[in-house]
């Protein structure tokens, strides 16, 4: 039969997302209701009985307090906390002493915990910098940094083997022989911030190194800001150990501990410049759509994120020119359901709607192919095969689906794209990928161009036909909404998805994904030092 779609080149970018106005929105509405009614919310279901254990950096002590507190006469659950330098809690997590959470002061402990096994999801929490304090009224006039060592002052600084202030320290004056110096003319070295805060709040030392958060609390204490020092910004972070038995209740009551309505509150109030968190939820669910093409390599990891997170991914396969007519729909009429994260099917359709994301990235790609019967019965070898009289091909409609637009642009670009079009041999065009290759299983068709790994998962029944062209590759992106009010959430959806990288080769994708590349989740303000959680 004719195909009666216009050529690809023809249809305009609006044509692309034009679809019957009734009878979409029927469509998103069923959709939306069917993914609330299936995904209903589920109550915490963590041990709420168990105490959290924490290993916390010192300085962060007085706003962590407040945080636990408040979360176990809310919930219960009672939240034993010890407190030392950064590095001294990373050591007694390497010597197998147990927490179900490591808090420190700064990203690079968790770094080196996340190096040696020790810690899997982490969070940020806020930022702080080292500041010089002496007592107010006191009599040394102190400008910077080098008037601790030129002068005759006693004066207390981190020590950077135990203390994320002193290393912070040591880094911003790593320029020059500054932090010798400072050493070699200290007074004493601490292994955490709250001593020597409190050493010069009692007149023990002149001055001292602190973080600004802690000077806060000590309304004896004068600050003096060096721009060097402030070169040494630290953002502390959360993670969720290794060795935890209680995983699910760890990581509720780090959401707790990082939401934007409950603990990060605390940590402004305290000094910290806190990052922009999540909204509190206590069994948040967020929408995820994926391009249909992603199916088989995401949705064991979105069960097993579920389970560990005790949380609800209301998660939507389709064809991605649906799943984007259907975000505008949504995003035009301000409905309900706009999805809190995308993994499109190709670029193509993340590019589509990169107005309403955050800056993506790319997890994966899949050849474009041609599908056969086993035994390629009608001798299939390239493109122009399909235009041979008497042959039945499938292809994805390019309205609906990634695989129908990035087959008419092969098409088009070898020139056979209207010639296909005005033979009779087009019998199917799919609304998504994963319809293609049951057509040639069934014996309906006897070609389809598809995506590798759709065929793949049949390779018993089909031969796969490879295309050579640089047009014949899918490569798939996720991004996060602008509009979600869980994007950190969601930047650990993507965490556990590109964590399941074993799903993708063994499904059949080539992984594209850079180590510690991640979606962006903000644009950075005076409130949020960085893009993304590492």
């Known amino acids: 039969m004719k195909s009666t779609l216009l050529p690809f080149r023809r249809l305009s970018l609006l044509s692309l997302f034009v679809v019957s106005g009734v009878a979409l929105s029927i469509l998103f509405a069923s959709l939306s209701w069917l993914a609330r009614e299936t995904g209903s919310s589920r109550v915490f279901d963590g041990d709420q009985s168990e105490p959290i254990t924490v290993f916390a950096a010192a300085g962060m002590r007085y706003p962590i307090d407040q945080i636990a507190d408040a979360y176990t006469a809310e919930y219960g659950t009672p939240i034993q906390i010890q407190y030392g330098g950064s590095n001294t809690m990373l050591s007694q997590l390497e010597v197998g002493q147990g927490a179900d959470l490591y808090i420190a002061a700064d990203e690079q402990y968790v770094d080196l915990a996340r190096n040696k096994g020790l810690v899997n999801e982490r969070m940020a929490i806020a930022s702080q910098i080292p500041v010089i304090v002496t007592r107010r009224g006191g009599p040394h006039d102190i400008s910077d940094v080098s008037d601790l060592y030129q002068r005759t002052l006693r004066y207390a600084i981190g020590d950077p083997h135990a203390a994320a202030i002193g290393k912070k320290t040591k880094e911003a004056l790593s320029q020059g022989d500054a932090w010798a110096k400072l050493v070699e003319g200290a007074t004493v070295l601490k292994p955490t911030v709250n001593e020597i805060a409190t050493a010069v709040s009692l007149g023990s030392v002149d001055a001292g190194i602190v973080w600004d958060s802690t000077a806060a609390h000590y309304p004896e204490l004068a600050i003096i800001r060096d721009p060097r020092l402030s070169r040494g910004v630290s953002d502390a972070e959360l993670a969720i150990t290794s060795t935890t038995k209680n995983a699910t209740g760890a990581l509720h009551f780090a959401r707790y501990l990082t939401s934007a309505d409950r603990g990060l509150p605390a940590f402004q109030q305290h000094g910290f410049t806190p990052i922009q968190g999540d909204d ?57 359901g706009f999805p809190d994260s995308f993994m499109a099917c190709d670029v193509y359709y993340m590019d589509a709607v990169q107005d309403l994301f955050m ?19 009608k001798n299939i070898a390239t493109l122009k095969d399909l235009i ?68 793949q998962s049949v390779a018993d029944q089909v031969d796969i036909v490879p295309i050579d062209s640089p047009l014949a590759k899918a490569i798939q992106p996720f991004g996060i909404s602008k509009q979600s009010r869980s994007k950190r959430l969601n930047a650990r959806l993507f965490d556990a998805i590109s964590a399941a990288k074993g799903n993708f080769v063994d499904q059949g994708f080539t992984w594209r994904l850079v180590d510690g590349e991640r979606p962006a989740i903000s644009a950075p303000t005076k409130t949020e030092p960085k893009d993304s959680e590492p």
């Open 280 to 336: 509190w939820e206590e069994t948040p669910q967020i929408t995820f759509f994926a391009g249909a093409v992603n199916r088989r390599a995401v949705e064991p990891a979105i069960e097993a994120f579920e389970k560990r997170e005790g949380v609800k991914v209301n998660t939507i396969y389709n064809g991605c020119g649906i799943l984007t007519a259907q975000m505008r729909s949504l995003h035009n009429n301000q409905g309900d």
């Open 359 to 377: 800056s993506p990235v790319n997890i994966s790609d899949t050849d474009i192919v041609l599908v056969v019967p086993k035994g390629n019965p």
């Open 388 to 455: 041979r009289p008497g042959i039945r091909v499938a292809i994805g409609q390019p309205r609906q689906c990634t695989i129908g637009t990035l087959t008419r642009r092969l098409l088009e670009d070898q020139n056979l794209e209207e010639r296909l079009l005005q033979s009779d041999n087009i019998v199917t065009e799919t609304t998504s990928s994963a319809l293609l290759v049951p057509n040639i299983v069934t014996g309906s068709a006897d070609v389809a161009v598809a995506y590798r790994v759709d065929a």
